[in-house]
């Protein structure tokens, strides 16, 4: 093989590895937003199934207030009732005193009720709490895991660009220029083997045999006639 081209064969596997590095990098961003947007809604529903429990418990106390004012009320009829010694009052005592016992039994039977509600609420809230907590855990690890994986890209991709920079000093300018030009318009790979025997293994179009004896004479490098990539011949 010719050795410029052997040389960029290997700045072409660094290449390939450094975008892969660079690629997986960008991708971390995205994740570590996608893990903290799942623990705020989490959390936020979280919250929201504890506000809805504070609700019915609120509503609840409300009608407890009110049972007793109804309560405070029939004491003070049967005050009324006891100091009373006209017969009309005594009889409107009792009617008021009926009509608050009724208020308050419908009021107690809404209660119920709501203590139903709460405690159903309650169970969702501290159901909802754990998984929470769970996806916390799941959270704080994978957040770990990207951190730890974000450094050693980052050092790969300082080593590898090292090596790139390196290699590229010892490629003819005009080959590099050539490689870097391919790559740049294929935007995968720019150096490829011929694979069975007349074809471009970019491509996968036949290359014309001219092209192929020029790969294998091993004199200047070729290039695949539908394409342009760099072929080159491998022993079979
Ligand atoms: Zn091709």
Redesign the pocket.
Known sequence: MLPSLEQLLILQERDVRLHRAQKELSLIPTEEKQIASRLASQSAHFESLKQQARHIESERKQLELQVGAKEEAIRKFQTHQAQTKKNDEYQAMIHEIERARKDIDELEEKELVLMDQYDAAQKEVQAEGVKVKEYERIAANHQEELKKKKAVLEQQIKDLSAEVAELQKQVNPADLSGYRRILQSKGDIAI?PIVHGNT?N??H?KITQGTVAIAKSDTKIAH?D??G?I?YWTLP
């Open positions: 490829v471009c970019g491509c179009m695949c539908n394409c990539r072929v």
